[in-house]
């Protein structure tokens, strides 16, 4: 069975930093997609950022480059998002999503259209 599992979520003042995990399990970081979206109250869900094990791939949306950075550990099978320069427009839900298997989607499409596994989330709150 699947599990992605987020954590490090929090209140934060802006310009602040936070670094979220995603303990993912039932698959190994071989062939893989993984990544994190985000969505705020009355907003569509965003792809954040994403990494992609077909082409060595990552993604990050324009409203987080420069200030946040994907990372996996494949010996953890954990993926983190380091968030820094924190601004109130990134108070949202933060989730895992993933694939795996000979197809997985590179880092782009991943976040565009979203993954077949997700987690339950982790709340982020900054505040001004």
């Known amino acids: 069975e699947v599990q992605l599992v987020e954590s490090g979520g929090g209140l934060v003042q802006a310009g602040g930093s936070l670094r979220l995990s995603c303990a993912a399990s039932?698959?190994?970081?071989?062939?893989?997609?993984i990544g994190w979206f985000r969505q705020a109250p009355g907003k569509e869900r965003e792809g954040v950022s994403c990494i992609s094990s077909r082409d060595g791939s990552t993604y990050y949306a324009d409203s987080v480059k420069g200030r946040f950075t994907i990372s996996s550990d494949k010996v953890k099978n954990t993926v983190y998002l380091q968030m820094n320069s924190l601004k109130p427009e990134d108070t949202a839900v933060y989730y895992c999503?993933?694939?795996?298997?000979?197809?997985?989607?590179?880092?782009?499409?991943?976040?565009?259209?979203?993954?077949?596994?997700w987690g339950k989330g982790t709340l982020v709150t900054v505040s001004s």
């Open positions: 039932g698959f190994t970081f071989d062939d893989y997609a």
């Open positions: 999503s993933a694939d795996w298997g000979p197809h997985v989607p590179p880092a782009t499409m991943a976040c565009y259209y979203g993954m077949d596994y």
